[in-house]
């Protein structure tokens, strides 16, 4: 079982940047592919990134390809997604999953091959 905590969101004006962070309880962390998901209101749930166990493969969203980076330290059981160059429509609220075993290209995007999830935290950019 793991357990998923996101944190770092908040109010951030256009341009600007925004680390998140989710930290996972549960000494398989690096059993697990993770991603991170948004989902804006009156929108469906959308991939933003995923990074395999290792995090030597990395997925992304087209919408923030070049913007957004994840990352992940296995040693302190927590994947970051670092956001730069911010846009208003960039505002939704930011989960983390976790996904056991393989993740591909195929896979990474689909929010039902995630088995684990988060609260969420709340990122804005103002115009």
């Known amino acids: 079982q793991v357990q998923l905590v996101e944190s770092g969101g908040g109010l951030v004006q256009a341009g600007g940047s925004l680390r998140l962070s989710c930290a996972a309880s549960?000494?398989?962390?690096?059993?697990?592919?993770m991603g991170w998901f948004r989902q804006a209101p009156g929108k469906e749930r959308e991939f933003v990134a995923a990074i395999n166990w290792t995090g030597g493969s990395t997925y992304y969203a087209d919408s923030v390809k070049g913007r957004f980076t994840i990352s992940r330290d296995n040693a302190k059981n927590t994947v970051y997604l670092q956001m730069n160059s911010l846009k208003p429509e960039d505002t939704a609220v930011y989960y983390c999953?976790?996904?056991?075993?393989?993740?591909?290209?195929?896979?990474?995007?689909?929010?039902?091959?995630?088995?684990?999830w988060g609260q969420g935290t709340q990122v804005t950019v103002s115009s």
């Open positions: 549960g000494r398989t962390f690096s059993s697990y592919a």
């Open positions: 999953a976790a996904k056991f075993g393989l993740l591909t290209a195929t896979s990474a995007d689909r929010p039902g091959e995630y088995r684990h």
